[in-house]
């Protein structure tokens, strides 16, 4: 599926966090958004990923900004992975049914493997795709890099 393009308003996203607790991030209208794909709990590159979310907490909320970050996993392994990682402000969310709604919504998920890009999205207050960026599977996305573009997005 060909991914949304930059200026259009983003799918509907309402996935459940690994707490169990119904996320719909349209409610976080009025914040600039960012979707953070990876592609598995319980791997090195996406521990690091995670992380940069959690280290950038206070950085994305001082731009108005509120990060998730989103798998195909379960809840319980979201949540089990989490703890075990240290992510605690973070949401974590289950991408796992229908598996990959999400990122197939966006055109990032991966049929052949059944996982996600490796990706962010920004969405605006207005819940309109502002930035779209793939990376490769095995890089770390660079934080600076979103908190740049956040910054642009800034009134």
């Known amino acids: 599926m060909e ?11 309402q996935l459940e966090d690994q707490d169990g607790q119904a996320i719909d991030v349209t409610e976080a209208s009025g914040k600039r958004v960012v979707l953070s ?11 690091r990923q995670m992380e940069a979310l959690e ?3 206070d950085a994305f909320a001082d731009l108005g900004a509120v990060a998730f970050g989103i798998s195909v996993d379960a809840p319980p392994t979201k949540k089990a ?13 289950s991408d796992f049914w ?4 999400v990122a197939t919504s966006l055109g990032l998920f991966r049929e052949q493997e059944g996982i996600s ?3 962010h999205v920004i969405l605006d207050e207005e819940g309109k795709i502002r930035f779209v960026k793939v990376y490769p599977l ?9 908190l740049d573009e956040l910054r642009k997005l800034a009134p």
């Open 55 to 57: 280290m950038n907490f």
């Open 3 to 13: 991914s949304h393009r930059i200026g259009t308003k983003a799918p509907p996203i």
């Open 81 to 93: 992975w989490g703890e075990s990682i240290h992510v605690k402000k973070t949401r974590l969310l």
């Open 138 to 146: 095995g890089d770390v996305p660079d934080m600076a890099e979103i």
């Open 98 to 101: 229908p598996h990959g709604g």
């Open 117 to 119: 890009e490796r990706a």
């Open 37 to 47: 794909f990876h592609p598995l709990a319980w791997t090195g590159v996406c521990q």
